[in-house]
């Protein structure tokens, strides 16, 4: 009896958490392949600068450096596409979304 009154206690706190935490939509990024993700930097303005093995850096003027270490055939996560292109390469949610759907143009 007292497991059932603790586990309904706590399932109400977690609700109550839930609903007091506001929803964040988050855009689905799509697991691309390497060679894929490496023609977008392109398009962004990276240019390779060393390679040694399947690990390559990439850099662009006034853009973080990235780093990739897949093969061109491998799979690249949704999670690694969103932070190269969000957190390193410095677009905003929206624009990378776009580009990665081949919506987005360059803004000058």
Same mark, same amino acid.
């Given at each position: ?23 964040? #939509?988050? @855009?689905?990024?799509? /697991?691309?392949?390497?060679? =894929? *993700?490496? +023609? &977008? ?6 240019? $390779? ?26 799979? #690249?996560? @949704?999670?690694?596409? /969103?932070?190269?292109?969000? =957190? *390193?390469? +410095? &677009? ?6 776009? $580009? ?9």
């Amino acid at each position: 009896m007292t497991g059932t009154l603790v586990d309904a206690a706590r399932s109400r706190r977690q609700q109550a958490v839930q609903e007091s935490v506001p929803s964040r #939509v988050v @855009p689905q990024f799509p /697991r691309l392949k390497c060679r =894929q *993700l490496i +023609g &977008l930097l392109k398009q962004l303005g990276y240019t $390779l600068d060393r390679q040694q093995g399947s690990h390559r850096q990439f850099v662009a003027d006034g853009r973080e450096r990235i780093t990739l270490s897949y093969a061109d055939g491998d799979d #690249v996560p @949704p999670g690694v596409t /969103r932070k190269n292109l969000v =957190q *390193l390469a +410095g &677009l905003e949610e929206d624009e990378a979304k776009r $580009l990665v759907e081949g919506r987005w143009k360059p803004t000058s």
